[in-house]
């Protein structure tokens, strides 16, 4: 938000921008901000944040006071995120309403420079290496920047850097309409000089959240203790200090063409020269090493996401959730400060004691016959509901759960929770059991006769929830166990003892 | 002694910058094509003489310009593209004589030589008096002086035009041609109650200029429609089925709006400057308090089981008729809905695309996913009951974990490939057959609660 106002080299680039409109209002950074935070929309399952490629998105919504004088005025807006997708701007409280957004994409640069000022008197500057002279000469650019520069002197005309002295070009003025970064501005026509308070809002990219979901089982084993973090992330390069925060779950429905790519390259300054091969070794002769470009380049900006700073705070901190629309909306409930190229960490759920109960679960084919004995996934169940202690919506996000063990936490499996709404199942995937295993196998009496087995190698029983694959043309008939139906497969729930086993007997109906 | 004709050559580059433009006006249209007339004055002496037109698009089409004014008949047009650069410019010099100047590397001084440039073939030979060198063979420092540069070579593309004039005099010619790199598309935001079923819309025209050049104080003028494509033929594969988001029923109201023909036109009402590099936005709508509704949508694709409830669409309806609408024609764009928050601001809640909309037009937009009304088909059991005959009975769950009862648009696709003799058996709820290939049901789900749908299809696979 550059607090510190305007550099006059800044100031200088305002004013010559604008030549057609009488005055520019130069507004440097918003007093309030609000942030509400995205996620991708194609990371559906959850997924972890890649820090470096940030895929969701942000609406800032700003407010920031401006004096603007009776008339028509230019108010430029800077210290908002690069981001920005310009055509979702919108810019309220102006007596005058708005007459036109612009959004000027011509950056000052090196080639810019040699682009803006072609046909115009720079001066060229050589310095002899020996004996440091300086010498300086008028010139006019006569070509570039994509080709090469050429010059026109006095002597007659010379190609910029390929002499192998020392040279560069001077320019007495900048060209008309470049800005140090892409700008935002809007045209207004006030009836009277007024300070008022404006709201801008505006979509911006580079912006993401994610749920992160910890489970722990209670060490009786019945319950278990659920806990998210809601990471917030922002890689721009722009921080939003004491920012009113929300995070909205939910997919959103994205266009592609988000007019935030509408700019083109910018060009580019080459200072190429005629073919320089010498009788000497190529290597050594081909390089005509180019002088620096004349103008010292714009600073860089920060490289994106170096060294993210984690910060994590204090967990009796939660997110409160409140409807938006069919969108879940959660709001930090005390401003906080996104930093640039940073990450934030808030509690997001915490439900402590909620009772699950623990399967193996396996789908198999009803056909094919395989000895080989298989693990099975353990699963833990539970309901999304006030009765069992949940009963909020659950957004979408990585599960990692952990059982207690030598007096330590151990983790037992990591897996995927989808977005869970009131009254929903949910399950999360506690890894997979080499103890309980699972077999298919034809007894060889007759041919259409299949004998499954469930053993469980635990000193404690287990419950095992088989689904079986069945074909329309095969039916299964006659099985020895009692089946029932889920998601439009057979279902075998059987309860396998300790150090036991329990099998099912069914045959498959004649092909044809 | 050369800086005299240097300065007298100034004039023309000074052209080459801003401000060559005369009176411009540009009709873009949305695919990006624009049309630019400018209106320039120009003195010509009797007779033909060659004009150049600087500042014109860099991304011209040269072939479409045509140029009109008094007394003044066209001889040739030209579009000269070759460019200056110092490769260029050596080769042109092949055969002529330049000015060496070298630096010695010790002290300093410089010498200067004439030499003629005898190749540029990888390297550069010279021929310095009776010597034959590589320049800068031994890698120090040597500059090149050339005493002109070629008449056809330019620091831009530049069209000139050979005209054929009866009388001398200043007058007014007007250049025009077609030019890609501008257009435009409109961008809306919309502010939706649920509570008191209303939208606001506000509508931008969004210019964008990559053309290279900065069109001054134009008169512009936009029209909503593409003057170059017939719509693509029809693909072979049949198309997806049509996602939320777009007219459902075209209107039949014209808008008052100027018109050319079939397209409408929205001139902007004063002259801007669309600058290189640009992005422009100017409003063309503001309505308040429209009718609007939410709804739930779920398609299912063919007769296949979820394993997974999936969430239902939100689609937002609204009408752009006069009537209770939007009242005007939209051109194609994005629609951004906002919705307010518990504390009253603005929060997004997401974007869709509208084609070019007639007014008195049907419109539902897909905003997004709804995280509480969700919905689950499942088969049930399929059997054969014929040779190419085949039973299948689907259950659909819908679940709803809103307090509100809602109603959802329930749609099964796939039920024929071109075949159109799919039968529906029995159906738990009375459904509308929209096509062979899928038929409808408005499901009401209470609120916090869920409905089971059944239906069997008797169909050829």
Same mark, same amino acid.
């Given at each position: 938000?550059?607090?510190?106002?305007?550099?006059?080299?800044?100031?200088?680039?305002?004013?010559?921008?604008?030549?057609?409109?009488?005055?520019?209002?130069?507004?440097?950074?918003?007093?309030?901000?609000?942030?509400?935070?995205?996620?991708?929309?194609?990371?559906?399952?959850?997924?972890?944040?890649?820090?470096?490629?940030?895929?969701?998105?942000?609406?800032?919504?700003?407010?920031?006071?401006?004096?603007?004088?009776?008339?028509?005025?230019?108010?430029?807006?800077?210290?908002?995120?690069?981001?920005?997708?310009? #055509?979702?701007?919108?810019?309220?409280?102006?007596?005058?309403?708005?007459?036109?957004?612009?959004?000027?994409?011509?950056?000052?640069?090196?080639?810019?420079?040699?682009?803006?000022?072609?046909?115009?008197?720079?001066?060229?500057?050589?310095?002899?290496?020996?004996?440091?002279?300086?010498?300086?000469?008028?010139?006019?650019?006569?070509?570039?920047?994509?080709?090469?520069?050429?010059?026109?002197?006095?002597?007659?005309?010379?190609?910029?850097?390929?002499?192998?002295?020392?040279?560069?070009?001077?320019?007495?003025?900048?060209?008309?309409?470049?800005?140090?970064?892409?700008?935002?501005?809007?045209?207004?026509?006030?009836?009277?000089?007024a300070t008022v308070k404006v709201s801008l809002s505006y979509l911006s990219s580079g912006f993401d959240w994610s749920a992160n979901y910890v489970a722990r089982v209670a060490p009786d084993g019945r319950t278990l203790d659920l806990f998210a973090w809601l990471t917030l992330a922002n890689g721009n390069g722009e921080s939003f200090p004491a920012a009113d925060t929300q995070a909205v779950a939910g997919t959103l429905n994205r266009t592609r063409d988000d007019g935030a790519r509408d700019d083109g390259p910018d060009p580019q300054l080459r200072l190429q020269c005629w073919p320089m091969d010498s009788t000497r070794s190529a290597a050594e002769s081909m390089t005509p090493v180019p002088p620096p470009p004349p103008p010292p380049p714009p600073p860089a900006p920060a490289p994106q996401m170096a060294a993210p700073d984690v910060v994590v705070t204090a967990a009796r901190f939660q997110a409160v959730q409140e409807e938006l629309g069919d969108l879940k909306l959660y709001r930090v409930p005390e401003r906080v400060t996104i930093a640039a190229n940073s990450q934030k960490q808030i509690a997001l759920v915490q439900k402590t004691g909620v009772p699950f109960e623990r399967l193996y679960t396996a789908t198999v084919s009803a056909e094919l016959g395989d000895a080989q004995s298989k693990p099975t996934a353990i699963l833990l169940r539970t309901k999304n509901v006030v009765a069992r202690q949940l009963g909020v919506p659950l957004p979408s996000?990585?599960?990692?759960?952990?059982?207690?063990?030598?007096?330590?936490?151990?983790?037992?499996?990591?897996?995927?929770?989808?977005?869970?709404?009131?009254?929903?199942?949910?399950?999360?995937?506690?890894?997979?059991?080499?103890? #309980?295993?699972?077999?298919?196998?034809?007894?060889?009496?007759?041919?259409?006769?299949?004998?499954?087995?469930?053993?469980?190698?635990?000193?404690?029983?287990?419950?095992?929830? #088989?689904?079986?694959?069945?074909?329309?043309?095969?039916?299964?008939?006659?099985?020895?166990?009692?089946?029932?139906?889920?998601?439009?497969?057979?279902?075998?729930?059987?309860?396998?003892?300790?150090?036991?086993?329990?099998?099912?007997?069914?045959?498959?109906?004649?092909?044809? | 002694?050369?800086?005299?004709?240097?300065?007298?050559?100034?004039?023309?580059?000074?052209?080459?910058?801003?401000?060559?433009?005369?009176?411009?006006?540009?009709?873009?249209?949305?695919?990006?094509?624009?049309?630019?007339?400018?209106?320039?004055?120009?003195?010509?002496?009797?007779?033909?003489?060659?004009?150049?037109?600087?500042?014109?698009?860099?991304?011209?089409?040269?072939?479409?310009?045509?140029?009109?004014?008094?007394?003044?008949?066209?001889?040739?047009?030209?579009?000269?593209?070759?460019?200056?650069?110092?490769?260029?410019?050596?080769?042109?010099?092949?055969?002529?004589?330049?000015?060496?100047?070298?630096?010695?590397?010790?002290?300093?001084?410089?010498?200067?030589?004439?030499?003629?440039?005898?190749?540029?073939?990888?390297?550069?030979?010279?021929?310095?008096?009776?010597?034959?060198?590589?320049?800068?063979?031994?890698?120090?420092?040597?500059?090149?002086?050339?005493?002109?540069?070629?008449?056809?070579?330019?620091?831009?593309?530049?069209?000139?035009?050979?005209?054929?004039?009866? !009388?001398?005099?200043? !007058?007014?010619?007007?250049?025009?041609?077609?030019?890609?790199?501008?257009?435009?598309?409109?961008?809306?935001?919309?502010?939706?109650?649920?509570?008191?079923?209303?939208?606001?819309?506000?509508?931008?025209?969004?210019?964008?200029?990559?053309?290279?050049?900065?069109?001054?104080?134009?008169?512009?003028?936009?029209?909503?429609?593409?003057?170059?494509?017939?719509?693509?033929?029809?693909?072979?594969?049949?198309?997806?089925?049509?996602?939320?988001?777009?007219?459902?029923?075209?209107?039949?109201?014209?808008?008052?709006?100027? !018109?050319?023909?079939?397209?409408?036109?929205?001139?902007?009402?004063?002259?801007?400057?669309?600058?290189?590099?640009?992005?422009?936005?100017?409003?063309?709508?503001?309505?308040?308090?429209?009718?609007?509704?939410?709804?739930?949508?779920?398609?299912?694709?063919?007769?296949?089981?979820?394993?997974?409830?999936?969430?239902?669409?939100?689609?937002?309806?609204?009408?752009?008729?006069?009537?209770?609408?939007?009242?005007?024609?939209?051109?194609?764009?994005?629609?951004?809905?906002?919705? !307010?928050?518990?504390?009253?601001?603005?929060?997004?809640?997401?974007?869709?695309?509208?084609?070019?909309?007639?007014?008195?037009?049907?419109?539902?937009?897909?905003?997004?996913?709804?995280?509480?009304?969700?919905?689950?088909?499942?088969?049930?059991?399929?059997?054969?009951?014929?040779?190419?005959?085949?039973?299948?009975?689907?259950?659909?769950?819908?679940?709803?974990?809103?307090?509100?009862?809602?109603?959802?648009?329930?749609?099964?696709?796939?039920?024929?490939?071109?075949?159109?003799?799919?039968?529906?058996?029995?159906?738990?709820?009375?459904?509308?057959?929209?096509?062979?290939?899928?038929?409808?049901?408005?499901?009401?789900?209470?609120?916090?609660?869920?409905?089971?749908?059944?239906?069997?299809?008797?169909?050829?696979?």
């Amino acid at each position: 938000m550059s607090p510190g106002g305007l550099s006059p080299f800044v100031a200088a680039i305002a004013l010559l921008a604008t030549p057609a409109v009488a005055t520019t209002v130069v507004s440097p950074g918003p007093e309030r901000v609000s942030v509400t935070i995205y996620r991708d929309p194609d990371r559906s399952g959850g997924g972890t944040l890649d820090l470096r490629w940030l895929a969701g998105f942000a609406l800032v919504t700003e407010t920031r006071t401006v004096t603007i004088p009776a008339g028509e005025s230019e108010l430029r807006f800077e210290g908002v995120a690069e981001g920005i997708v310009p #055509v979702s701007a919108i810019v309220t409280g102006l007596p005058g309403g708005v007459v036109q957004k612009n959004r000027d994409a011509r950056q000052l640069s090196a080639a810019a420079l040699v682009d803006g000022s072609l046909g115009r008197r720079v001066t060229i500057r050589r310095t002899n290496p020996e004996t440091g002279r300086v010498v300086e000469e008028p010139a006019v650019i006569r070509a570039g920047p994509d080709l090469g520069v050429i010059l026109e002197t006095k002597a007659g005309f010379e190609a910029l850097g390929c002499s192998g002295l020392p040279e560069k070009l001077v320019y007495d003025q900048l060209p008309p309409g470049l800005s140090s970064r892409p700008t935002l501005s809007v045209t207004t026509r006030s009836p009277a000089a007024a300070t008022v308070k404006v709201s801008l809002s505006y979509l911006s990219s580079g912006f993401d959240w994610s749920a992160n979901y910890v489970a722990r089982v209670a060490p009786d084993g019945r319950t278990l203790d659920l806990f998210a973090w809601l990471t917030l992330a922002n890689g721009n390069g722009e921080s939003f200090p004491a920012a009113d925060t929300q995070a909205v779950a939910g997919t959103l429905n994205r266009t592609r063409d988000d007019g935030a790519r509408d700019d083109g390259p910018d060009p580019q300054l080459r200072l190429q020269c005629w073919p320089m091969d010498s009788t000497r070794s190529a290597a050594e002769s081909m390089t005509p090493v180019p002088p620096p470009p004349p103008p010292p380049p714009p600073p860089a900006p920060a490289p994106q996401m170096a060294a993210p700073d984690v910060v994590v705070t204090a967990a009796r901190f939660q997110a409160v959730q409140e409807e938006l629309g069919d969108l879940k909306l959660y709001r930090v409930p005390e401003r906080v400060t996104i930093a640039a190229n940073s990450q934030k960490q808030i509690a997001l759920v915490q439900k402590t004691g909620v009772p699950f109960e623990r399967l193996y679960t396996a789908t198999v084919s009803a056909e094919l016959g395989d000895a080989q004995s298989k693990p099975t996934a353990i699963l833990l169940r539970t309901k999304n509901v006030v009765a069992r202690q949940l009963g909020v919506p659950l957004p979408s996000g990585r599960v990692a759960l952990f059982e207690q063990a030598a007096a330590r936490d151990i983790l037992v499996g990591e897996g995927q929770l989808r977005d869970t709404a009131v009254g929903e199942d949910v399950e999360i995937a506690a890894g997979v059991s080499e103890q #309980v295993r699972i077999a298919l196998t034809d007894p060889g009496a007759d041919p259409r006769e299949r004998l499954m087995t469930l053993t469980n190698a635990n000193p404690f029983p287990v419950k095992v929830e #088989v689904l079986i694959r069945t074909s329309p043309e095969r039916p299964m008939e006659r099985p020895s166990v009692r089946l029932d139906t889920k998601n439009g497969l057979r279902l075998w729930a059987a309860p396998v003892p300790a150090n036991g086993s329990a099998t099912l007997r069914y045959r498959l109906k004649p092909n044809g | 002694m050369r800086w005299l004709p240097l300065l007298l050559l100034a004039p023309s580059a000074a052209a080459l910058a801003q401000g060559a433009q005369g009176d411009v006006s540009v009709t873009i249209y949305n695919d990006d094509l624009a049309l630019v007339q400018d209106v320039r004055q120009i003195a010509l002496p009797a007779g033909r003489s060659r004009q150049e037109f600087p500042d014109v698009s860099a991304m011209i089409r040269p072939e479409t310009v045509s140029l009109n004014g008094q007394d003044i008949g066209i001889v040739e047009q030209n579009f000269d593209y070759d460019l200056l650069s110092p490769d260029k410019l050596m080769e042109k010099a092949v055969g002529q004589v330049v000015t060496i100047v070298r630096t010695n590397p010790g002290s300093g001084a410089e010498t200067r030589e004439q030499a003629r440039v005898l190749a540029v073939n990888g390297g550069v030979v010279l021929q310095i008096g009776q010597r034959i060198e590589v320049l800068r063979d031994d890698g120090l420092p040597v500059r090149v002086i050339f005493d002109k540069v070629p008449d056809n070579l330019r620091a831009r593309p530049t069209l000139s035009v050979t005209v054929e004039s009866a !009388r001398a005099g200043t !007058r007014a010619a007007a250049l025009s041609y077609l030019t890609p790199g501008i257009g435009w598309k409109a961008d809306y935001v919309a502010l939706f109650d649920e509570k008191a079923g209303r939208i606001d819309v506000q509508g931008w025209i969004t210019l964008t200029n990559r053309t290279g050049t900065t069109f001054a104080n134009a008169g512009t003028l936009l029209v909503a429609g593409s003057p170059q494509g017939a719509p693509q033929p029809q693909r072979w594969i049949p198309a997806p089925p049509p996602r939320p988001g777009g007219i459902r029923n075209a209107g039949t109201q014209s808008a008052p709006r100027e !018109r050319l023909g079939d397209y409408y036109l929205y001139p902007l009402k004063e002259r801007t400057t669309i600058a290189d590099r640009q992005t422009k936005q100017v409003s063309f709508l503001d309505v308040s308090g429209a009718a609007a509704r939410k709804a739930y949508e779920y398609r299912v694709g063919w007769l296949a089981t979820n394993e997974e409830p999936q969430s239902a669409d939100t689609v937002l309806k609204f009408s752009s008729s006069a009537e209770g609408g939007l009242g005007d024609a939209l051109p194609a764009g994005t629609v951004r809905v906002y919705m !307010r928050d518990a504390r009253g601001s603005p929060q997004f809640i997401g974007e869709n695309a509208i084609p070019h909309s007639p007014m008195g037009s049907e419109l539902a937009l897909k905003t997004g996913d709804a995280f509480d009304v969700k919905a689950k088909p499942v088969v049930e059991a399929r059997e054969r009951i014929g040779t190419s005959r085949w039973r299948t009975t689907m259950r659909y769950t819908l679940t709803n974990a809103r307090p509100d009862a809602v109603t959802v648009d329930l749609v099964q696709g796939g039920l024929d490939w071109g075949w159109s003799d799919t039968r529906i058996a029995s159906e738990s709820l009375k459904s509308e057959r929209q096509a062979s290939d899928a038929t409808l049901w408005h499901v009401p789900v209470p609120g916090n609660g869920e409905t089971t749908l059944t239906a069997t299809f008797e169909t050829r696979y």
